[in-house]
């Protein structure tokens, strides 16, 4: 039940800034494009995948820069592969031919990306090879259509991702080919030509924006030109002001030379940026499973993956410091999720199910992570008055008592243990002036909520920054029979709209209202059969109460 409010809370709260989105025009700047607010549902979402798919898909040897590897950088290893296995005419190109994605079920992959608990995917339209996933006019012979799958892979997942889950979709986007030749041309006239920017990429940036209609433009291979050759400001003004996604769409930070970790929507900074502190603007770790490689290698090694206790630990690690986790899989050319990747992502959909609340919609508390205990993590969650404040152990104290450096409790908190609200309040000693020793509860490695990382919330810390609730006195008012019409008068109490009533033994405020003659009347929540916090008589806690 508490659960189920949090969401609505966090719904109404979502359609609310939908609704109160105002039109404003973007210029064709950074200084303009970066004062647009980040629609909302981004921040909340915290969890994404990833999906690197290509033409390289079908070597998968070394990475998704195979091509570049072999022909670019000539590395010895993949020019080596390429002479013990394939005959002397063998061109990269030969390769799109065996991309066959014949297991490819979209529905299947949107299944697994939903049990994981990720809200949004982002997948490679086109990586720097320029091969395109969707049928683009601007991609002749080299896209999904004309050569190997024969399919519209990108509408294929757009379709199952929109009608059978609730996640947002999302497209990569490689502004530069290594090899297109009117890029190079481009490049060897220093950027004073912008022939591949006019005839290629930007046309079909607008075309699977128009087509797709994606939550999410995730552009990369940007770095080897300014910003204005590739004319990103006028595209993401248009996609802020007029482009069909315009309220919902989000951007990232990789929009020429220089422009990383500084200009866009959201900030990645680095691949697998994961900075360990709070950062001002909403950041983003793009990472990935095989922790060697984006695309699909069949030489892996088990050891090359994250193990879900180190998936989740980066998760935790990524929403305390204001990031979302953006973790990536990358499919066969067949079409296929690994079961390594399936199982490490139903595994991280496990540990959300029980530790949603301290994940989504949450917010960078004061600290981070204590001070005391290693491997301790914090967020919070709003709801109206209310802070809830969640600490995730990574490492279950193995000691009676577990010692935090920064909540400062008092006697109206309460802490329980997420997922095993069954066992009772968490007993624990409040330290001055801050500081909570908390009596671990005693129970077998198989009754833990969860495998790989616990949490502890708080209800009632006091704030670092002084308010109401931190400096009035609670009142009590024990109630020996549960009205059953859902409500219950209380004649003395004074209390306006900023008090906060709570049920003790329910994880939630009660919602009430002022009488006019002093007095309150509580809106009593509903429990099904066997579910109250106790029986006999309930207790109901006030502050905020007048004198
Ligand atoms: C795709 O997978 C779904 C299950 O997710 C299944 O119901 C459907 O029959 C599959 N489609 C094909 C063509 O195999
Ligand atoms: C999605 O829904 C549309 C319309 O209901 C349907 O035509 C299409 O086959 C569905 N696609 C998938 C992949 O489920
Ligand atoms: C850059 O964008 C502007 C505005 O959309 C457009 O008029 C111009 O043709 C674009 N230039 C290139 C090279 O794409
Ligand atoms: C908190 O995290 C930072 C960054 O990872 C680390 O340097 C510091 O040691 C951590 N503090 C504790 C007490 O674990
Ligand atoms: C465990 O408890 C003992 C005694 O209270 C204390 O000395 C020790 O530091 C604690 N260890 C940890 C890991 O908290
Ligand atoms: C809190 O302490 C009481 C009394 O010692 C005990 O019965 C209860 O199990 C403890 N609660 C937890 C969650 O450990």
Redesign the pocket.
Known sequence: MARKMVYHVLLAFLLLTIISVVSVRYEPNWDSLDSRPLPAWYDAAKIGIFIHWGVFSVPSVESEWFWWDWEGAKTKTVVDFMKANYPPDFTYADFAKNFKAEFFN??EWADIFQASGAQYIVLTSKHHEGFTNWPSRYSFNWNSQDVGPARDLVG?LA??IR??TDMFFGLYHSLFEWFHPLYLQDKANKWQTQKFVESKTMPELYEIVNRYKPDVIWSDGDWEAPDTYWNSTNFIAWLYNDSPVKDSVVTNDRWGQGIMCKHGGFLTCSDRYNPGKLQKRKWENAMTIDKQSWGYRRNTKLSEFLTTDELVGTLVETVSCGGNMLVNVGPTSDGKIIPVFEERLRELGQWLKVNSEAIYGSHPWTYQNDTVTPNVWYTSLKISMEQMLYAIFLDWPTNKTVHLGVPKTAEWTTVYLVGREDLGPVNFTTLHPQGVVLEVPQIPTQELPCQWAWTFVFQGVLQYTKTKISSTTAVYAIVLDWPTNGKLQLGAPKMDSSGVVYLLGYRQQVKFSPGGQGGITIMLPEFADGTMPCKHAWVFRMLGVKN
């Open positions: 979209a529905s294929e379709a199952a009608n059978n």
